[in-house]
């Protein structure tokens, strides 16, 4: 799911470019910091405070410009770092002793750097703000971080309450933040609809506000254990007594859904007289059962009859049911729903990659002869050969081609083999193919994103190549991604091509951000080397399959073990989602093939399929072609209507 996501009733947030920052920070006044000043607005341009004399710079760096918000801890400002070129906003935040007396700022500065250390460690999460300075002088306690543009869901509150499908988008993007958070033994204690940022697209939902956290590990928060704190109506009951736990978090957030839901404030939304929540009585919309049943056991006074883990409700969310609207109609008999249409006989041709052409109509198949072969995906029929067909002359791969990927517009294919060549090959006349310049130790995966300007390639050595396919620089050497301790074994996206996944026989799951090849998050607890990736575009989770036969899902943002779906009795070889999001093929050695239908609402379907090598699902979905360990390729047909799910289908 991305921002644009929430953006599209509302008016877009603006982040504001170089030239924006600029112009603003000459007209808007700047802010004293000093809390007891009288006046602290000042002009733009001015040094010191007209009213108390203070430096209105912080360490001649940072000025406040506007008060974000003002808590039980100080007060937060828009900032502005001059010292960065071009302009950076920054947020500040200001600790205040509570009584304002210089004995209670001291007696403070244990849990301070403690704060400091806390939000240092969570800051690397892409949706939690950085930690960019902490600055603890005579002018006082300041914590610096990473301004996050956008409207919160307060301020989003749309004139009609949120739809199921916004709010299970909303569970899904935040979840597995919370999972981050409480996986390093803290908890936010103050999430609600104005502590979730909406950022412009396609960056997801931010969880900010993290001045009232909780470190369990840290004797300064221990100490403090009697504490209450949170916002009125959003925290948890034994949170209002000073004993939050991890699920007043998850209580947190399922009230955050109940106000976005009916756009009533919590007070309105639970009957004193009868001791419960009595939300569903003012929706307008009426939601699933399912998903009342998970919002109402977030919600649970009751510690014992909560969710105790974010990933708990992660699960139940996605495997439940809930992912379907309930006007869905599932197909009856998903059995017959599948029929082997056609089977091609490759007699002496093992197929290590095959790839369907964007409008459909062609499959492409690398081989182990050094050869590629399109075909028509209506019949069948052989259309093409690339190769050398001269000995040692022409143009081809020198040993097996071990992977192709068409382009986005179609008209060209571009495979790797053993021997480190990468050729691109023309689809429009069969001509004007050339090898490209960069050369890899043994190619094992490629994949081009989808605005086709970029090309990712993985080798045997575990090394990422991102290269550039713009015409003239074709092939131009971008940048080396080299986290990876072994072979790359699959490449998915993520996002719509805006978050690379790679896995590797190193048994870790990589995210890395593209262009720019940033590391974003590495995912370090597969049950065996990663051999194959399914990722939906639009969604925020991964699924994987391991040389030992497990299919598990991923919550990305989150450090917890991927959950487990489903264990075959030997490796998974390969995954592939449909377009249309409602089926997941699964192919293993020594076994078959096996059908879910999405999200999982029946027994998986097996299709009669030995040693499966490679699936892919034609755009329109309706064909599943499958090569296998018998030197064939099997189309399979989609016979039967299948469900038509609503938007924020996960």
């Known amino acids: 799911m991305e921002s644009e996501y929430w953006l599209s009733h509302f008016p877009k947030a603006v982040q504001g470019t170089a030239i924006e920052i600029e112009i603003e920070a000459q007209k808007l ?25 203070g430096a209105i710079a912080l360490q001649d760096r940072y000025r406040c410009q506007k008060i974000l918000g003002q808590g039980y801890w100080g007060r937060t400002y828009l900032g502005l770092d001059e010292h960065t070129t071009p302009l950076r906003r920054c947020v500040i935040k200001q600790m205040i002793p509570r009584d304002g007396g210089q004995g ?16 240092s460690t969570l800051g690397h999460h892409p949706q939690i703000p950085e930690l960019l300075a902490v600055v603890d002088n005579d002018q006082g306690q300041f914590l610096i971080q990473e301004y996050i543009p956008g409207p919160n869901l307060e301020q989003l509150t749309p004139t009609e309450p949120f739809t199921e499908a916004k709010i299970r988008c909303l569970l899904g993007e935040i979840l597995p933040v919370l999972e981050f958070v409480h996986a390093h033994q803290i908890i936010h204690r103050d999430i609600k609809p104005a502590s979730i940022i909406c950022p412009p697209p396609p960056q997801p939902l931010a969880l900010v506000d993290f001045g009232a956290l909780k470190s369990i590990d840290d004797q300064a928060w221990l100490e403090q254990g009697g504490t209450a704190m949170g916002s009125a109506g959003y925290a948890a009951p034994e949170q209002v007594l000073g004993k939050a736990v991890f699920a007043s978090d998850i209580f947190s957030l399922g009230v955050t859904c109940l106000y976005l839901l009916t756009g009533l404030h919590p007070f309105d939304l639970y009957s004193v007289s009868d001791d419960s929540w009595v939300w569903q009585s003012f929706l307008l919309r009426p939601v699933s059962p399912v998903l009342a049943r998970i919002l109402d056991r977030m919600v649970n006074r009751s510690l014992q009859k909560r969710y105790r883990q974010a990933r708990e409700v992660l699960v139940d969310l996605r495997w439940a049911g809930t992912g379907s609207p309930s006007n869905c109609q599932a197909s009856s008999s998903p059995s017959s729903t599948w029929r082997r249409d056609l089977r091609v006989e490759l007699t002496g041709k093992r197929v290590n990659a095959l790839a369907i052409s964007p409008n459909g109509r062609a499959i492409a198949t690398a081989c182990g002869d050094a050869f590629l072969y399109l075909w028509d995906s209506i019949n069948g029929e052989p259309i093409h050969r690339f190769g050398k067909v001269m000995g040692r002359w022409g143009l081809g791969h020198q040993g097996q081609v071990t992977t192709l990927a068409f382009t986005p517009d179609g008209r060209a294919l571009i495979s790797g083999g053993e021997d480190g060549q990468l050729i691109f090959w023309d689809l429009v006349d069969y001509g004007q193919s050339q090898p490209l310049p960069l050369r890899i130790w043994s190619v094992t995966r490629l994949l081009v994103a989808p605005d086709g300007k970029t ?28 986290n990876h301790q072994d072979r790359i074994t699959a490449l998915a996206l993520r996002c719509n091509g805006e978050i690379l996944v790679s896995g590797s026989r190193d048994r870790t799951l990589r995210l890395w951000a593209l262009p720019t090849g940033r590391l974003l998050q590495t995912l370090q607890a597969p049950l065996a080397p990663i051999t194959a990736l399914a990722c939906d575009p639009q969604d ?28 075959l009795a030997g490796s998974i070889t390969a995954l592939a989602l449909s377009p249309n999001r409602q ?17 999982w609402q029946d027994q998986a379907i097996p299709l009669p399929a030995w040693n499966v090598e490679e699936l892919a699902f034609s755009p329109d979905s309706q064909t599943l072609v499958v090569s296998s360990g018998d030197q064939t390729l099997q189309f399979w ?14």
Do not use: M, Y
Request: net charge negative; charged share 15%; hydrophobic share 40%.
């Open 583 to 599: 089926w997941l093929a699964v192919g293993w050695e020594q076994g078959g093939l096996r059908l879910f239908k999405l999200p």
């Open 637 to 650: 047909r989609l016979d039967s209507p299948i469900a038509s799910c609503g938007d924020g289908h996960f």
């Open 104 to 119: 209670d700022f001291h007696h403070s500065s244990d849990w301070f750097q403690a704060l400091a250390q806390s939000l």
């Open 455 to 482: 090309l990712v390639v993985g080798s045997g050595d575990g090394q990422i190549d991102l290269c550039s396919l713009e015409p003239g620089d074709q092939g131009f050497f971008l940048r080396q991604l080299v």
């Open 540 to 567: 925020h989770s991964i699924l994987s399959g391991d040389a030992r036969g497990g299919l598990q899902i991923w919550s990305p943002g989150s450090s917890i073990d991927g959950h487990l779906v489903e264990k």
């Open 29 to 53: 006044p700047v802010l004293c910091f000093n809390p007891g000043c009288g006046q602290p607005v000042n002009l733009p341009e001015a040094l010191v405070c007209q009213t108390c004399g």
